[in-house]
C-alpha cells in the first residue's frame, strides 16, 4: 500500500472515532463533566452508575460521573454516583480497585459478585448438550459472559435507581475493537469517547490521580486460563502506536497493518445491530 493510501485510512479512521488533533486536559474534565450533567438532564435521570475494575479507565471515568453529580447537586438538581464493584470471585488486583474507589470518592458503592451468574449460565448452556472440544474457547467464551454479566448487574442497579449507565469506551479500545459486544460495549453514555489512551492517563493525572493507578498496564482480565493478561499482549502492538496512529503519527508498517486490520475486523462491533436495507 502506498504511503499516501495508508495515511487517508488513517485520517478516516481519526474521524470516524472523533480524535480530536489537539489536546487540553483540564478543558476535556470540563468538557465531559459538562456532557454528563447535559445527558441526565436530558433524560431526567437520577444519577449515574459505573463499574471500577482498578484500571486506569474506569478510574478517570468514575471520578468525571462523580464531578457531574456533584455538580447538578450544586445546582439545585438531585442526583448521585454509583461505583459498582463487580469481580469475577475474589479480584487479584482488589487493593488497586479499593485504592480506585478512596480516589474516585463515590457517593455510593456496591460490590456484587458476577461469578456465580456466570459460572451458572456456561453450566446451563452445556447442560443443554453444548459441547466446548477445546478448554481455551471455553475459557474466552466465560471471559466473555463476565463482562455481559457486569452489563446486567449495571443495568439492574440502574433501573432500581434511575440511573443512567456509564461505559468506559475511548478511541484506543474503539479502534481495535477491544470490548465485548453487548457487555461492556453495552451502555448509555461514554464520557472518554474519542480520547488516545495516553489521554484518558492525562485526564486520570489532572484529576488527581496517584501515579501507579496513572500508569497501570491495562488488562481486561477476563481469561481465567491467562490472569491480568496485558492488553497490548492481546495485540501485539502497544498502547503508544496505537495512540500515534489515532493523533496522526507516523507508525510502523506491522502497527498500521495490526491496526487496520482490527479495525476492519470488528466494525460490526461499532455498528450494532446491522440492519437489513
Ligand atoms: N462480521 C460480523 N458481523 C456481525 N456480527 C459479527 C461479525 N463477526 C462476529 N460477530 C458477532 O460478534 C461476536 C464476537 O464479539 P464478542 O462477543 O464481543 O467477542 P470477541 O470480539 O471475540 O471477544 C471480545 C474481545 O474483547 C476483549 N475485551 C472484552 C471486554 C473488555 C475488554 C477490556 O479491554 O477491558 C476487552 C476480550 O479480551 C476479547 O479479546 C461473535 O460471536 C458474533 O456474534
Ligand atoms: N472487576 C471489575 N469490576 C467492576 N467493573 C469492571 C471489572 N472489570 C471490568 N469492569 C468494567 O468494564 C470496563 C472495561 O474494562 P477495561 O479493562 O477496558 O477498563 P479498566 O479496567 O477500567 O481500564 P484498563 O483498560 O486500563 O484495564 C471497566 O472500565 C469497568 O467499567
Ligand atoms: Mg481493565
Do not use: W
Not at 480530536?20 to 436530558?42: K, Q, S
Not at 454479566?149 to 440502574?158: D, E, H, K, L, V
Not at 488527581?208 to 497490548?232: F, I, W
Amino acid at each position: 500500500m502506498s504511503d499516501t493510501s495508508r495515511s487517508y485510512i488513517q485520517e478516516l479512521i481519526i474521524e470516524e472515532l472523533g480524535v480530536a488533533a489537539t489536546f487540553d486536559a483540564a478543558t476535556e474534565i470540563e468538557r465531559r463533566v459538562g456532557f454528563l450533567v447535559e445527558r441526565m438532564r436530558a433524560a431526567g435521570s437520577s444519577g449515574l452508575v459505573l463499574g471500577i475494575s482498578g484500571g486506569v479507565d474506569s478510574s478517570t471515568a468514575g471520578r468525571l460521573c462523580q464531578l457531574a453529580v456533584e455538580r447538578v447537586r450544586g445546582e439545585g438538581g438531585d442526583a448521585r454516583f454509583l461505583a459498582m464493584r463487580l469481580p469475577y470471585g475474589r479480584q487479584r488486583d482488589e487493593d488497586d480497585a479499593q485504592r480506585a474507589l478512596t480516589f474516585i470518592e463515590p457517593d455510593d458503592t456496591l460490590a456484587v459478585d458476577v461469578q456465580p451468574a456466570s459460572d451458572a449460565m456456561l453450566e446451563s448452556v452445556k447442560a443443554s448438550g453444548l459441547v466446548f472440544d477445546d478448554p481455551g474457547r471455553l475459557d474466552f467464551v466465560l471471559g466473555n459472559i463476565k463482562a455481559r454479566q457486569r452489563m446486567i448487574a449495571q443495568y439492574t442497579a440502574g433501573g432500581a435507581r434511575n440511573m443512567l449507565v456509564v461505559g468506559t469506551d475511548h478511541a484506543a479500545e474503539a479502534v481495535m475493537g477491544f470490548f465485548t459486544k453487548f457487555g461492556d460495549g453495552a451502555c448509555d453514555l461514554t464520557p472518554l469517547s474519542g480520547l488516545t489512551k495516553r489521554r484518558v492517563r492525562a485526564l486520570a493525572s489532572e484529576l488527581g490521580a496517584a501515579d501507579d493507578l496513572v500508569g497501570k498496564v491495562p488488562t481486561a482480565d477476563l481469561e481465567s486460563q491467562n490472569p491480568g493478561l496485558p492488553d497490548e499482549e492481546a495485540f501485539g502492538i502497544g498502547y503508544d502506536e496505537i495512540d500515534d496512529f489515532l493523533e496522526g503519527k507516523p507508525v510502523s508498517e506491522h502497527a498500521h497493518e495490526t491496526i487496520v486490520a482490527a479495525h476492519r475486523r470488528t466494525a460490526h462491533k461499532r455498528t450494532v445491530p446491522y440492519e437489513v436495507r
